[in-house]
């Protein structure tokens, strides 16, 4: 029995954007958060928690991009031209917030408020875009002999837009669990003010999405509501019930890490409805992994350089956050 290369690497592409969402996405909530947060000496030290690991977080973005063009080139060349624009936003943004990061702390007095801005309107733009990317790569693509041949504003649509907004919400909640996990005092208690909300909102946006979803495709509403897909796929939506009230619950209290672990939790279990959801199609709404697969040697070849760079990148990753644990208080970290 031969090794499933398709598979594999459709593993080593899921993990690393379900990473990049897990470690992009609370750096990103705190630029979305930004202008619910005043004080200009409360936003530096919300700025300097992810300030030695932001740059960093940003590498599996990287990676699962390149392992695209790697495994599965057919799918590179359909989304990239499909969703050509929302990326190069996506790309803009990121690049204006990482300019915002470091300016904002180099400006005169004058300047700062400015920079202050383009960090939360970069981080706005990020994860708008990146949010219709999702939402338009759930709708699908029209292809043609192996070629996008749909429109170029295509990725437009209700749905994109509303995923967009659910995405924001979702960083939103990550960036404010998050700081209650790295601050003290009143900027910790305003994030759990902050966070009960977006807890409520984020689970009603799951609900809406897991309806309009089936609704829109067929395909996946015989998906989900086929036996035994059923019985399997059940216990998703009660999971996501259970820890929205423990993420509500934990805000109740005098939380530490708890409402942040829930939350990356509760992201796991909508990504993993993604999954069920598109399964095993690389390009929806009809070629999958194997259909989309580079040839054999060029899939061994690219896996044993992922194989051998992706424990450094855990490792190198997991002592930069061991390294700057604990809290962070006003006057101290980045400059």
Known sequence: MGIDLPLIWAIIIAFGLMMYVIMDGFDLGIGIIFPFVPDRGDRDTMVNTVAPVWDGNETWLAMGGAGLLAAFPLAYSVVLSALYLPAVLMLAGLIWRGVAFEFRFKADEAHKPFWDKAFAWGSYIATISQGMILGSFINGFEVVDGAYRGGALDWISPFSLFTGAALVVAYALLGCTWLIMKTEGPLQERMKVLAKPGALALLAMIGIVSIWTPLAHPAVAERWFSLPNMIYFAPVPVLVLA???????????????????LTLLLLFLGYSGLA????????????????????????????????FIIPFIL?????????????????????
């Open 243 to 261: 820890v929205t009230w423990a993420i509500l619950r934990a805000l109740g209290r005098d939380p530490h890490a708890s409402p942040f672990i």
């Open 276 to 307: 069920i959801s598109l399964w095993p199609n690389v390009i929806p709404p009809s070629i999958s992994i194997w259909d989309a697969a580079a040839p054999p040697q060029s899939m061994g070849f690219t896996l044993v350089g992922a194989l």
């Open 315 to 335: 490792a190198y990753t997991a002592w930069s956050y061991y390294v700057f644990r604990g809290k962070v208080r006003a006057g101290e970290g980045y400059h």
